[in-house]
């Protein structure tokens, strides 16, 4: 596809390439450091890409109250940005995680997957840092199986990726095949909106009536208490 190829980054990156009006995008989300950049540069590289990946900021909502305000502002700019323009859509989320602990990986994943539950049937986990493994084969069926619980079972959408030639011949492949087929198998189903998400913009109203419910609720902890 040549120079059609879309993938940009954002944030402290740099823009790569200008956006297809009608190829639908995929997000790649995680926390710092899990390889989303990494990832997004193979895809890049492949050039051959039907879809617009989206090398997004990390997600590390819980280590304050500013990161997390900062990061629910640029996701709703993102997600404006990518759904202004006719036809486009965010098809799939692929959430990158480090090759590590099992235990460690589940609590990773876990805290980026719980903001994104209601579209859980459009996410994608890449384990990045797989060159790091000494036993590929092993490690691969056993995370294929304690990493399938978070989604739905569906071990089909685990990928490996790692700093080798192996990996980046494959990736792009294997990721094109599993995103069609969740395109296809979601067809005419939820789109993926931040509505009732955390990342949901809440109109003036609404803002006011969740503000006015928060100041009521004391004062209806105390009507209910009997003295
Ligand atoms: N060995 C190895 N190193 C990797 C792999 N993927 C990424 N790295 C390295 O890990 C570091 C972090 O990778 P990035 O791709 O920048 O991670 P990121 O998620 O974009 O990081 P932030 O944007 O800062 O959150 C870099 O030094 C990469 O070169 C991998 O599959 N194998
Ligand atoms: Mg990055």
Redesign the pocket.
Do not use: R, V, W
């Given at each position: 596809m040549g120079n059609d190829n879309c993938c940009f980054s954002r944030?402290?990156?740099k823009k790569e390439t200008q956006i297809i009006e009608t190829q639908n995008c995929v997000l790649?989300i995680?926390?710092?450091?899990?390889?989303?950049?990494?990832?997004?540069?193979k895809l890049l590289k492949m050039n051959q890409n039907k879809f617009c990946f989206v090398?997004c900021?990390?997600i590390?909502l819980e280590e304050s109250i500013d990161k997390r305000e900062a990061f629910i502002n640029y996701f709703q700019n993102e997600y404006s940005q990518i759904t202004k323009r006719k036809q486009k859509q965010i098809i799939s989320l692929i959430v990158?995680v480090?090759?590590e602990r099992t235990d460690i990986m589940k609590r990773n994943l876990l805290s980026v997957i719980k903001y994104f539950q209601l579209f859980i049937d459009l996410i994608i986990i890449a384990v990045?840092?797989?060159?790091?493994s000494d036993n590929q084969q092993q490690d691969e069926d056993h995370l294929r199986n304690s990493l399938k619980f978070l989604l739905k079972n569906d071990q089909s959408r685990i990928v490996f990726?790692?700093?080798?030639d192996i990996?980046d011949n494959q990736i792009n492949q294997t990721l094109s095949t599993i995103i069609q087929k969740i395109e296809d198998g979601n067809k005419n189903k939820l789109a993926f909106t931040l509505q009732n998400t955390i990342f949901e913009k809440l109109d003036e109203t609404t803002q006011l009536n969740q503000l006015e419910d928060f100041s009521q609720y004391p004062k209806q902890q105390l009507q209910s208490k009997k003295f």
């Open positions: 944030g402290k990156q790649i995680g926390q710092p450091g899990s390889g989303k950049s990494k990832l997004h540069q090398d900021l990390a590390d990158t480090k090759f990045t840092h797989f060159d790091l990726s790692g700093n080798s990996y």
